[in-house]
């Protein structure tokens, strides 16, 4: 029962650490091209560049919250209907963002939608990061629910992470758009990203130091999620100067792919210092949500384990092809 | 207005919003990957632009099903925490699965197959279409199971004062789930014919090109098929109804005072206040017990016997299955004919048909709206049949100002949206073909 617990912690920590690789880079898309395009050509060069992807992007977050209905359903509960008001922020914002992705270039007004794309970009990336950053040092509440309401999510940690998540995500995308755009932007953006590193540095060593997981007084790691998270955030401080050593090379594709790893051990550390917790709790020692009190029972864990080792592979397998076959320089930024 | 009567409209609104747009999509795309297998085989590039034609219209349905979609999962645990924990042992299995097996190949092969059509072969980019189609099928299979669940439990125990998932093979050969996935679906395929249907006529009329003869015949012959589907299923599913949720088959028949040798009344008015019909007239006698039984000595139980506080609201289940029921019946009609027209070839030759068949199209999209209401308010009190009462399933934590907030935004956020495309709909649909 137990490894199956921890399994499926493993599981719930690679689903949305996937998401966040994946939709991090179109959130940032999102949030920037306004500002680095010269003209309509590099705005829908840009946006094209993420079309085709975003949707098959954000279905790992359906995943990642199916996954966490099915195995750990009180958490789930728990965490969604507490959140309710950043959680609803962020449905807006996801489906303003699709929607005006998709009807851009249907709709006369591009400004309008050109604004509700960098806002609904920008919401959700901030959102999740304050709500990442609450988990991280723990919420207020205890046998009779969350106490802290709205404004209580709005601490030191959890603003931190949202503006780490935002900045993070930004990074991101403007290695993804160095391998798509050409001319006076791709410059622009070069430009940018030698500038733009320092503070991703900076933030990232600040977060280290912080260590929000610390402020709980709770926190209590075992020594080997301990030793993972350290070590994922120390190799994610390699990968950080890898890509800038792989910019400096030329090598804009493999930069890109190191910080698809970066993003990913960035969450994934995250899930190693909150083990076993799935939500603790700052103010009661006993009624933090872990993954020993909030899970399915070993069956449905167990059905669950075989259709994930099962499908999950082949899904990855299908969507890096189809990543593969789509993804292309475009010298001239056409949308369908 | 409390919480949660404000989140049931919020789910409503929400899941109604969504049924909007997603049964079209079941049934067009499924139209296109047939237009493009004939494309692939002959070559014909007629068959071509009428696929391109069509992609345009499917993609903001898609894209808009899409979007809406996730708030739906998110509300379970956002509005409905008592039942996520309640549940969630086996309700999250279906969705979780839903998301894996069919999410995935839908958005992953639609990107391909929207954008990639120069960078695969013919053959890869006529699969990548019938994987979508493949795909939104069974992400409505998965779904439709989960919704079962809450009709009809089965597989499962309860334990820790929840319910635990114990057997999951029982759980998918839930005959609620698969009797329900067949007569939704093919409802699905039956509002894609029609929308198809509807363009394609509007198309002929204004003399553009002939060519969508050729899509107003296919389209026809899939919608006659699946209504006929629609026809079995929804019969059989009404059997189902009346074994495993005989609250809901006495609402929708409005039948106050049970028995055996029950006749059927084709006009009937329910009076719930005084739990009667103000109008029962019209009988044939036995009808009810047969249709329900195979037998007239079937016995059917009123809604008398039943105590007030586990009877749904017979009104809007009564009215939402017998509109259905007519309107599905005038739908096999009128496809009957549309099919025989395109059979001989003469549909162009008939501008009332086309013309009514334009009328037509919209009143299918209200049927599968009056199913869902059907199986959703029939199913009150209980969100898990028998087993939770919906007054016991919300999130206790949440305060009116945050429902009433979410719910403002979504209805605004949704008009928005259901405006401009729709909006988009009508102007895509009544684009000149030699223009795409």
């Not at chain 1, 130091?209 to 007084?217: D, E, I, R, T």
């Not at chain 2, 069919?102 to 929207?114: I, M, N």
């Not at chain 2, 699905?188 to 006529?201: E, K, M, P, W």
């Amino acid at each position: 029962m137990e490894a199956l617990q921890i399994i499926w912690f493993i599981l719930y920590s690679i689903l949305w650490s996937v998401y966040f690789m994946l939709d991090g880079f179109d959130f940032g898309v999102g949030m920037i091209y306004n500002l680095f395009a010269s003209d309509e050509k590099d705005k829908s060069t840009m946006l094209a560049s993420i079309a085709p992807f975003w949707d098959g992007n954000e279905v790992w977050l359906v995943t990642a919250g199916g996954a966490m209905f099915a195995a750990f359903p009180t958490a789930y509960a728990s965490m969604f209907s507490w959140l309710y008001i950043p959680l609803f922020l962020i449905l807006v914002g996801l489906i303003l963002r699709g929607f005006a992705i998709e009807f851009r270039n249907k709709i006369k007004n591009k400004k309008l939608m050109d604004v509700i794309i960098s806002i609904s970009s920008f919401i959700p990336p901030l959102l999740f990061g304050v709500a990442f950053g609450n988990f991280y040092q723990g919420m207020p509440f205890d046998s009779s629910g969350y106490s802290g309401g709205v404004t209580g999510l709005l601490n030191l940690s959890g603003i931190f992470c949202g503006i780490i998540f935002v900045v993070f995500f930004i990074f991101h995308s403007l290695l993804w758009l160095l391998n798509i755009v050409n001319g006076e932007a791709e410059t622009r953006i070069y430009n940018f990203l030698k500038k733009f590193y320092y503070p991703v540095i900076m933030l990232f060593a600040f977060f280290i130091l912080f260590l929000p997981f610390k402020k709980n007084p709770y926190f209590m790691p075992n020594y080997i999620s301990y030793f993972l998270m350290i070590s994922f955030y120390l190799i994610d401080f390699i990968i950080l100067f890898l890509i800038k050593r792989a910019l400096n090379q030329g090598k804009r594709l493999y930069s890109f792919i190191l910080s698809l790893a970066f993003i990913f051990l960035f969450m994934a550390g995250g899930f190693a210092g909150l083990f076993p917790y799935i939500i603790p709790s700052n103010t009661s020692a006993i009624d933090g949500i872990t993954i020993y009190n909030s899970s399915s029972n070993p069956y449905t864990l167990k059905i669950m384990l075989v259709v994930a080792v099962i499908f999950v592979p082949i899904v990855i397998a299908y969507q890096i092809w189809v990543y593969k076959k789509l993804f292309k320089k475009s010298a001239d930024g056409s949308v369908y | 207005m409390d919480v949660l009567m404000l989140s049931r409209i919020q789910f409503a609104v929400t899941a109604g919003f969504h049924f909007l747009f997603v049964p079209m999509t079941l049934g067009v795309i499924v139209l296109c990957a047939l237009m493009q297998t004939f494309y692939y085989k002959t070559g014909d590039d007629g068959w071509y632009r009428l696929v391109k034609f069509f992609q345009k219209l499917f993609i903001i349905n898609f894209v808009v099903g899409i979007v809406t979609g996730i708030s739906l999962e998110f509300q379970f645990g956002m509005n409905w925490a008592e039942y996520a924990r309640y549940v969630g042992d086996v309700f999250g299995v279906p969705l979780a699965i839903e998301a894996t097996l069919a999410f995935f190949l839908e958005s992953v092969f639609f990107g391909l197959w929207v954008f990639g059509e120069n960078r695969v072969s013919k053959k890869v980019h006529l699969i990548s279409v019938w994987l979508v189609a493949f795909g939104s099928t069974i992400s409505a299979l998965w779904i439709l199971f989960a919704n079962a669940f809450m009709q009809r439990p089965v597989g499962y125990v309860i334990n820790n004062g929840r319910v635990e998932l114990n057997n999951f093979f029982a759980f998918m050969a839930n005959p609620y789930g698969w009797i329900k996935f067949f007569h939704t679906a093919s409802a699905g395929y039956l509002v894609g014919s029609f929308f198809v249907i509807a363009v394609s006529a509007y198309q002929i009329m204004k003399n553009r090109d002939m060519l969508f003869k050729r899509s107003f015949k296919l389209a026809s012959y899939l919608g006659l098929l699946s209504s006929f589907a629609v026809l079995l299923f929804g019969h059989l599913h009404a059997i189902d109804i009346f074994k495993y949720q005989p609250t809901k088959f006495a609402a929708m028949e409005s039948v106050w005072d049970g028995g055996k040798e029950m006749p059927y009344s084709l006009i009937v008015i329910p009076d719930e206040r005084n739990e009667k019909n103000y109008i029962e007239s019209v009988k044939i006698p036995y009808l009810l017990s047969f249709m329900s039984g195979f037998s007239k000595e079937t016995e059917i139980k009123g809604l008398k016997s039943f105590d007030k506080n586990d009877r749904p609201p017979v009104t809007i289940t009564f009215f939402s299955f017998k509109i259905m029921f007519l309107l599905g019946m005038l739908f096999i009609a009128f496809l009957v004919l549309l099919s025989y027209l395109s059979y001989s070839d003469r549909v162009d030759k008939y501008p009332v048909v086309l013309k009514t068949s334009i009328f037509i199209t919209p009143l299918t999209y209200i049927a599968c709206q009056l199913g869902w209401m059907l199986s959703e308010v029939g199913r009150q009190p209980w969100s898990v049949y028998g087993l939770l009462r919906t007054a016991d399933s919300y999130s206790k934590n949440l305060s009116l100002s945050s429902v009433i907030f979410s719910l403002s935004a979504y209805s605004i956020l949704y008009a928005a949206i259901g405006i401009t495309a729709f909006y988009l709909i009508f102007k895509y649909a009544k684009q000149d073909i030699k223009g795409v």
